[in-house]
């Protein structure tokens, strides 16, 4: 298996056959990452790809799930996609599901039939990096999108039968935003109505613009405690209606909160109420990582 540079995958594709379609990120301008400067964007010629599935075909006696890199994956045609689906499907008969990742605007591109034609051949979930709720928040990390186009792509991905997973990252506004970022992102989960949800914690790589803004005391990182209080608004401002897995708990962040909203709401909101009087139950800060 051919690989360029790093290769980045949700934290649910660990066990996951991962084949670079396309190799960096299309917008790649987001301040707080810094994933994929070792690359320009490209995309990788078909055949190269189809010679990878051939290859792990011949060596790995089976594979349950794929996943498509890099980070646009999902800007490929249609025709392109379809064609290293059926391949999948040709090779691997026994996989499951093939994940990819997408931006707002892959998926605002594609018709209603164009992603429905992607859920019949093997896509079954559509990872979506939303970061944030509040336009300001969008803006000053330089997302590429407002809130409404995110909220109306994770929608297209639903509508379609694909599951939709996005993520949202704890400490993104800083001290000044936090309540801004907390509220607004929980109203946008609730239009959204999403699959899944993934919480992150700001975890800063020198690499990346944001970095900067901190060393020179623009923008200011939450505490631990502060981080606890943004997520427990972020929670009180969802009102999702259809079953919706929740996670936080990625290594970056301090305390791992897990359940299916709206089921579980309630049982996260006093886990978190008992980390307030508890701080031995934050991760601490020399265990925390990307």
């Known amino acids: 298996m051919r690989y360029s540079g790093s290769v980045y995958r949700p934290p649910s594709e660990a066990n996951s056959l991962i084949v670079q379609v396309t190799l960096g990120c299309a917008h790649n301008q987001c301040t707080f990452c810094s994933m994929y400067k070792d690359k320009r964007f490209s995309i990788r010629p078909v055949e190269e790809v189809l010679k990878d599935l051939r290859w792990a075909k011949d060596h790995y006696r089976s594979v349950e799930k794929i996943f498509l890199a890099d980070g646009d994956a999902l ?22 599901r093939v994940g990819i990742y997408g931006s707002p605007q892959d998926v605002l591109r594609k018709t209603p039939e164009e992603l429905k ?30 809130a409404a186009e995110l909220i109306e792509a994770v929608q297209k991905i639903e509508a379609s039968g694909i599951k939709a997973s996005v993520t949202f990252i704890s400490g993104i506004a800083g001290k000044d935003g936090w309540k801004e970022h907390a509220t607004e992102t929980g109203k946008m989960i609730s239009k959204m109505q999403p699959s899944y949800i993934g919480l992150l914690t700001l975890m800063i790589d ?81 265990f925390r990582m990307l």
Do not use: W
């Open 117 to 146: 034609e992607l859920l019949d051949k093997g896509i079954g979930i559509i990872y979506i990096g939303a970061e944030s709720g509040s336009d300001k928040v969008l803006k000053d990390i330089k997302k590429g999108a407002t």
């Open 206 to 286: 020198p690499a990346a613009e944001i970095y900067h803004d901190i060393k020179a005391g623009k923008f200011e990182l939450l505490s631990a405690y502060e981080v606890l209080m943004e997520t427990k608004l972020m929670l009180e401002n969802i009102d999702v209606t259809k079953r919706c897995t929740f996670r936080s708990n990625h290594a970056s962040n301090y305390l791992s909160l897990a359940g299916d909203l709206p089921r579980d709401k309630e049982k996260m909101l006093k886990q978190i109420q008992e980390a307030e009087k508890n701080s031995k139950m934050l991760k601490d800060e020399r």
């Open 75 to 96: 800007v490929l045609p249609n025709k392109t996609l379809v064609r290293i689906l059926d391949e999948i499907k040709t090779l691997f008969p026994e996989c499951s």
